[in-house]
């Protein structure tokens, strides 16, 4: 008989919900034999698990994790990241309680999380069997946010950084840790950290792992992540049994399994001519831009950017700074539920603003074929930001443009949410190279709809309910964040990633390990991305992995991704059978 999985998915960004909706899929494209019955439960919106609903999976909306709060996508506030957990946990029981009584309902025979520890505690009142799908667990992330590197105070952020003590952290993270104590086997993803509910070493707090000189993890902590072959595995915490009078035993010890990239596979015809066509098109791209031979599309994700043309030059002058609400549109990953915002989500806080890049009268012409320009120069003049610092530009002199006008993207529009909107220009004599020449162009993912029509040329807004996978397809250069779902799709396409450092996240030490083994990184200064200095790490990053791209074009570098997927899936599928065949076996009992 065919099993029933509940599948916990943290609602803390683009990663999770991605390879959630990835393996839930492979889930589904079992054989009806053994294919489960798959319920998935997140605070993120159906549409992202958009793949795994459309092969039958269902969806429940329920807040079941806190928040890590970002005013921009590379900053976290510590205090009211510690003000979010200490609330969340105030409720935690009647959650787990809630959960449970879910769980016996519809007849869930296991849990699977990434990343939230509530579900493990809601499984072990179930009496269920659980496993932690993830590269990294928020117990190491809250843990982390003693760490003594200090995000630097400016204009946008006043306020000092300051480390919590680890009197204030300990208490709040232990509930964190015990949830993830309570599940039975991990499915350890690429580009992992330490898991420390199941490695016995290291051990919390995640600041102890790192070389902050160095900026990278410790000798002792990657050797356990990259162990010399044949050394020994690391010791695991032995399993707890499940709470409450009379518990049954746990039949099987528990584990840990390295499992493949989880990600999203591009359409089929993504690598053509025609599918790269296709795909263009639909991003607003005219068809004189096509050719890869001569157009270069540099991808711009850092989870919503806003581009507003400048109205006129202001004159120069010391940074001021106005807040004021402005609305915007709900995020693909806006995680808030009951129509209710809080006043830092992923959604709103990963959103800002990028002041248009030309005047009014464009910029360069060329020819495909003629000789590469100089790079473009700009100066920048006017920023409005919601949320969170980003480059703005005018060109220092009028171009005529190679680009066509633009054809109109419908874009899905959501639910407006209100957000603060720092504005603050900066001294005209200030340069800034944004795109390496006039062979590039920029696509730029999560902006708002009013945008299409105020884009300068050669920049293009993806629409909301884009692809990514086949967007990263047509892209030769990513520029964002380093998160999991950015790595595993670089990776997988093959696409040169340069990255903006997010000095508090200490799951981006197990992805930059990753990147440099998989896949080709480039790491930009935030104040030479803030100050609209991109062009040079674009072309370092093209140069490093460009060839790499085009022979995954070719048809090189293609990992049978459903194959490995399909293998994971029977995998745990075999382990839930084996648990439950044992924990009926007379003698076991």
Not at 321 to 350: H, M, Q, R, Y
Not at 378 to 392: E, L
Not at 560 to 579: F, H, N, P, T
């Amino acid at each position: 008989m065919p099993r029933c999985i509940a599948y916990y998915c943290s609602g803390h960004g683009y990663g999770h919900a991605t390879r959630v909706s990835a393996f839930a899929a492979h889930l589904l494209s079992l054989p009806a034999e053994t294919r489960p019955t798959v319920h998935i439960v997140s605070s993120a919106p159906a549409h992202v698990f958009s793949d795994s609903i459309a092969l039958g999976a269902y969806y429940r909306n329920s807040l079941i994790d806190p928040v890590v709060v970002q005013p921009v996508a590379y900053r976290i506030d510590r205090a009211k990241s510690v003000d979010a957990l200490r609330t969340f946990l105030e409720t935690k029981d009647a959650r787990v309680a809630e959960e449970a009584e879910w769980l016996r309902i519809v007849g869930a025979d296991v849990v699977l999380s990434d990343a939230a520890f509530l579900a493990f505690l809601a499984a072990d009142v179930a009496r269920l069997p659980s496993v932690l799908v993830t590269n990294f667990s928020f117990d190491s992330v809250f843990s982390y946010l003693n760490a003594p590197t200090i995000q630097p105070s400016d204009a946008n952020f006043p306020e000092p950084d300051r480390p919590v003590s680890n009197d204030e952290l300990e208490p709040l993270v232990r509930h964190v840790y015990e949830g993830y104590r309570r599940a039975d086997l991990l499915l350890r993803l690429p580009g992992h950290i330490p898991l420390p509910a199941f490695e016995v070493k290291p051990a919390l707090p995640a600041s102890s792992w790192v070389d902050f000189s160095a900026k990278i993890f410790s000798q002792h902590v990657t050797s356990t992540l990259y162990p010399p072959t044949f050394s020994p595995y690391p010791a695991i915490h032995p399993h707890l049994p499940f709470t409450g009078p009379d518990p049954p035993a746990k039949p099987l010890p528990r584990a840990i399994r390295s499992a493949p990239l989880l990600v999203r596979p591009p359409s089929s015809d993504a690598y053509t001519a025609a599918g790269r066509s296709r795909i263009l098109s639909a991003l607003g791209v005219p068809t004189n831009l096509h050719d890869p031979r001569f157009t270069k599309v540099l991808i711009v994700s850092f989870g919503g950017q806003v581009f507003h043309v400048p109205k006129s030059r202001t004159p120069s002058r010391p940074a001021s700074i106005v807040v004021s609400p402005t609305t915007k549109d709900d995020d693909d990953l806006s995680l808030f539920t009951n129509g209710k915002t809080p006043e830092s989500g992923f959604a709103g806080d990963l959103k800002r603003s990028l002041t248009a890049l030309v005047s009014g009268e464009k910029r360069y012409s060329s020819r495909y074929g003629a000789r590469r320009l100089p790079p473009p120069v700009f100066t920048p003049r006017h920023i409005n930001v919601p949320g969170a610092p980003a480059p703005a530009s005018l060109p220092n002199t009028p171009r005529k443009s190679r680009f066509a006008a633009s054809p109109s993207i419908q874009l899905i529009p959501s639910s407006p949410l209100v957000e603060r909107t720092i504005s603050f220009s900066s001294d005209e004599s200030d340069e800034a190279h944004i795109l390496p020449d006039d062979s590039w162009i920029a696509i730029v993912c999560g902006a708002s709809t009013d945008d299409a029509a105020t884009l300068p040329p050669g920049f293009f807004v993806a629409p909301r309910d884009a692809y990514m996978p086949d967007v990263m397809a047509v892209g030769d250069v990513l520029l964002g964040k380093l998160g999991y779902g950015s790595v595993a799709e670089a990776v997988d396409s093959c696409t040169p990633f340069v990255f903006v450092s997010r000095p508090l996240f200490v799951e981006e030490h197990g992805l930059r390990l990753y990147l440099d083994k998989a896949g080709t990184g480039v790491e930009m200064d935030r104040v030479e991305y803030e100050g609209g200095n991109w062009a040079r790490a674009v072309a370092k990053a093209w140069e490093k992995g460009g060839r790499r791209k085009e022979m995954r074009r070719a048809g090189a570098h293609v990992v049978d991704r459903a194959k490995e997927g399909e293998e994971m899936a029977s995998y745990l599928i075999g382990w839930v059978e084996e648990w439950y065949n044992k924990a009926n076996t007379p003698s076991f009992a």
